[in-house]
């Protein structure tokens, strides 16, 4: 007679199914851990590029005198 107030249990997950899980989880880890570095390395490259550029040897320094004029005549 108590089986008409209880309620029904749910079965339990089984361990391939727990494997699986704790599989899912550590590859959805692992690839947050790469993005995570991904984007570090694209603002680290961000950040100091632009230093690397201002001192680089093909850089040429000062204005660059221009070859032609605007209206098309030579000069």
Do not use: N
Request: aromatic share 2%; proline share 5%; no cysteine.
């Amino acid at each position: 007679m108590s089986g008409i107030f209880s309620t029904p249990k749910m079965p339990g997950e089984s361990e391939e199914a727990k494997k699986a899980r704790e599989r899912a989880e550590q590859r959805a880890e692992a690839a947050e851990s790469r993005e995570a570095a991904g984007v570090a390395g694209r603002v680290r490259a961000r950040r100091t590029g632009g230093l690397r550029m201002l001192f680089s040897q093909m850089r040429q320094e000062g204005p660059q005198p221009q070859k032609t004029k605007l209206g098309g005549g030579s000069d």
